[in-house]
C-alpha cells in the first residue's frame, strides 16, 4: 500500500499487481509513505484508484508533515506533523489520530 499525504487529505493507495517507474513525486505530495516497504518510486501504471481516508484537520494545516502510520488492518491511521514557533520556542509536534469506519 502507498500513503499519500496532500495539503488537504491521506489517500491509500493499492500497489498490487502495478506497474512501477522511478519519478520525482515532491511537486504532488507533503509526505509519501509505502507500507509496510519503503520505495524510492510511485505506481504510474495499474487499475486501481487511490482512496481517500480522511481529510487533514486544521491543527495540521502548515505543518511539515514528518509521519505517517497506520495499523495492518488500516483502521487506526494516525498523522504527525511539526510547526515553527516564536524564535524563541522550538517547534510544536501536532497528530492526528483518525478511526477509519467503513
Known amino acids: 500500500m502507498l500513503a499519500l499525504v496532500t ?11 502495478k506497474h512501477f517507474v522511478s ?17 524510492d518510486f510511485i505506481i504510474l501504471a495499474g487499475d486501481s484508484e487511490p482512496v481517500k481516508m480522511f481529510d487533514r484537520t486544521a491543527n495540521l494545516q502548515g505543518n511539515q508533515i514528518i509521519n505517517y502510520r497506520c495499523d495492518p488492518s488500516e483502521k487506526w491511521l494516525v498523522l504527525i506533523g511539526i510547526a515553527q514557533g516564536p524564535p524563541e520556542v522550538c517547534p510544536a509536534g501536532f497528530s492526528y489520530l483518525h478511526l477509519a469506519i467503513y
Open 23 to 39: 519519478f520525482m513525486f515532491s511537486r504532488f505530495c507533503d509526505f509519501l509513505v509505502f507500507i509496510p516497504l519503503v520505495y
Open 7 to 17: 495539503q488537504t487529505s491521506v489517500y491509500h493507495w493499492s500497489i498490487e499487481g
